[in-house]
């Protein structure tokens, strides 16, 4: 058996070049929501079971990693549920939490809980740790930060556009210009539902349908057909509308002729409502209506959107939609929201792709002090601190090695300068500085050299 050290599956070590690029897209992340009014929150990254439970379906249910009571509470467990196969009676005996699976159901759970302190609409914003027992690969890790922001409190189509020009301000600052938003409605996918005769199978349905662009048609087609007894008329129908493509005119004229069902009426009008917003904007990215989006978490109730990078395999790099009730399993009726994430790993990915980051250094790597001795160091101390004081960052070499070896670790770890001070400068008074951009030396006198430096 090997002794070799490894990170669980699914989850990602960051060094300081690779963590200084994460932070350059949460920083333009985080500016943009501000920027459109949106206020920061955090929440725990453990929620109660029965926060998390029964909000995202049975598909999203099985990956919520839950944690095991610890102490005496473990002898509660339920054997007996455990032999009859009852998985979730048993874990429910020795579990009482869990991490969180999503930002949005806490986002619930905290307006409830703190309803009588919150001034609505509440906009919100979230960029945290999530965790998800999904099966790893590229681009999904088990571990991974969402950055969401969301609208309580009002059902305005306003906010739904509003989310279509916080993504395309989003990806554009950051070069991606080039993907796209998917949008549809979950009534319309009902209405679809209906009319094939698997209402009461809505739920399953849409979680196959979300399915359609990691497993493709052909699979899909059969699971339809195996797992929800799905004629093939009806498959052949789906197919039809979900590969249907032509001007949004021509689309919303289908969907009107098909489905003429009030919930589906109101639908179209709202995507409609939506389109005529985005006419007179030329700030936004692609907006692509397609009928087989679904979303497969259970609480979208109105428009929903993914955002994908065309000819890349690295997946959704966001998504979300409108959901009506949400905040209902925590006593709180008739509280709309909306809100849309951004997968902050998958863009990473993509960006470095793409080769879309600037020129970025560690910021801690500003001034090395070389180390000719510990006692040189001391002698040097007050103006250390007074460089600390001026906001520099400076890092004193701890070892006294070779000052070769000193200044080699200073070029690859992108200093700006370098402090000289060892005897020779001792019996001048003075400190020597290194510009490692261009390799030139100043000299300074010791007693002027932070005024002096602050100059530069």
Request: hydrophobic content about 40%; proline content about 2%.
């Amino acid at each position: 058996m090997s002794n070799k050290s490894t990170n669980p599956k699914g989850t990602k070590d960051y060094g300081p070049s690779e963590l200084l690029s994460l932070r350059f897209i949460i920083n333009k992340i985080r500016n943009v929501f501000i920027s459109f009014g949106y206020s920061e929150i955090e929440t725990p990254s453990i929620e109660k079971r029965a926060t998390l439970y029964e909000k995202y379906g049975d598909e999203g249910d099985k990956f919520i990693f839950n944690i095991i009571n610890s102490g005496e509470k473990v002898k509660k467990a339920d054997i007996k549920s455990l032999s009859a196969g009852k998985l979730n009676q048993f874990v429910s005996s020795i579990s009482e939490k869990g991490l969180r699976f999503d930002l949005t159901v806490p986002l619930a759970r905290f307006v409830a809980q703190h309803f009588n302190e919150i001034i609505f609409p509440f906009k919100r914003f979230q960029i945290q740790k999530v965790w998800r027992s999904d099966r790893p690969q590229r681009g999904r890790f088990q571990e991974f930060t969402q950055c969401d922001v969301d609208a309580i409190g009002s059902n305005s189509l306003f906010l739904e556009y509003e989310m279509i020009q916080i993504y395309s301000k989003v990806f554009r600052e950051l070069g991606l210009k080039d993907v796209k938003i998917k949008i549809n409605h979950r009534q319309i996918l009902n209405s679809i539902a209906n009319k094939i005769g698997i209402s009461d199978s809505f739920n399953e349905f849409i979680v196959l349908i979300d399915k359609r662009d990691k497993i493709g048609s052909e699979k899909l087609r059969n699971l339809l057909r195996n797992d929800l007894n799905i004629k093939d008329s009806h498959i052949d129908y789906l197919s039809e509308l979900f590969d249907y493509s032509g001007k949004f005119s021509d689309l919303i004229n289908k969907i009107t002729n098909e489905f003429s069902d009030a919930l589906s009426i109101k639908a179209t009008e709202e995507i409609n409502k939506i389109y005529e917003m985005m006419e007179n904007s030329d700030e936004l990215v692609e907006i692509e209506f397609d009928l087989s989006l679904a979303r497969g978490l259970n609480y979208y109730t109105g428009i929903i959107y993914e955002v994908v990078a065309p000819g890349s395999s690295i997946g959704s790099l966001g998504g979300g939609g409108r959901y009506s009730d949400l905040t209902k399993s925590f006593g709180v009726d008739n509280l709309s929201g909306i809100g849309i994430s951004f997968g902050l790993e998958r863009i990473h990915l993509l960006m470095d792709e793409k080769n879309l980051f600037p020129s970025l250094k560690v910021l801690s790597n500003d001034i090395l002090i070389i180390n000719f001795d510990i006692n040189f160091v001391n002698e040097i101390e007050q103006i250390i601190y007074g460089l600390r004081d001026l906001g520099r960052n400076v890092f004193v070499f701890p070892d006294s090695i070779k000052i070769s070896k000193q200044f080699s670790f200073a070029d690859k770890n992108k200093f700006n300068f370098v402090i000289i001070y060892g005897q020779e400068e001792k019996d001048r008074g003075s400190i020597k500085i290194r510009i490692l951009d261009n390799g030139s030396e100043k000299l300074f006198k010791l007693k002027n050299f932070v005024h002096e430096f602050s100059k530069m």
